[in-house]
């Protein structure tokens, strides 16, 4: 049986210790900067609750912050286990806006300290949340190449960091007149990146212990 977990929302719609995961979904989605995290005992939750976020969310953990795991309430793989438990501030981090999937698509970069929008494309006509997400991160991979900044930048989509990587993508989406113009896009960022070299980290936005990215459109 699996252990009991108690999760703390400082920032939600009620802030609060919660003792199952539906109910701290409940409390956080669709909410813009919610910060909440798991606990693997109700009186490290309550402590860390009366604490606040500060001490215990994000990077701002403390010596004296109550002792939880990192808020692990989605499973990570080993690859994302490695990345840092701690957010980077010094970054972009980056999302897509969907309406319908596939439907028009949108995405942003955000200031991830500040939330200010560095940039964003679209509505694009038809395109996928994947294929969104994996042309935010070649632009900000592009725009920071172009100041010279070794900012790190953040996304919550695994396909397409996977796809970043490998320096292609892989997508069912077909090509045809109503998908002409985020091909075009995807044509353009892959040729980008099999032909330019960066420094920059391009991580793995931890959702459950960190909450929703900066750049979120709240969504879901």
Not at 77 to 99: F, K, L, M
Not at 110 to 127: A, H, L
Request: glycine content about 10%.
């Amino acid at each position: 049986m699996a252990k009991q977990k108690y999760y703390v929302v400082w920032e939600g719609k009620r802030p609060g210790v919660y003792g199952t995961w539906a109910e701290c979904q409940a409390e956080t989605n669709h909410y813009t900067g919610a910060k909440y995290k798991s606990y693997e005992s109700r009186s490290e939750a309550e402590a860390a609750f009366k604490a606040g976020w500060k001490g215990n969310w994000g990077n701002g953990a403390a010596s004296g912050a109550a002792k939880g795991k990192p808020g692990s309430v989605y499973k990570r793989s080993a690859a994302a286990a490695a990345e840092p438990s701690e957010i980077d501030y010094d970054s972009i981090s980056v999302d897509v806006g969907t309406r319908g999937n596939p439907g028009p698509v949108e995405y942003k970069g955000v200031d991830t300290r500040t939330g200010e929008v560095i940039f964003s494309c679209g509505p694009i006509r038809k395109g996928t949340n994947n294929l969104g997400e994996f042309l935010a991160i070649v632009h900000a991979l592009a725009l920071l190449k172009k100041q010279g900044s070794s900012m790190t930048v953040y996304s919550d989509s695994a396909n397409a960091l996977k796809w970043v990587k490998q320096k292609k993508v892989a997508t069912t989406l077909p090509r045809d007149g109503s998908t002409e113009e985020i091909w075009t896009l995807v044509d353009r960022a892959v040729h980008w990146l099999q032909t330019n070299t960066y420094d920059n980290k391009v991580l793995k936005w931890q959702t459950g212990e960190w909450g929703e990215i900066k750049a979120d459109y709240g969504r879901k």
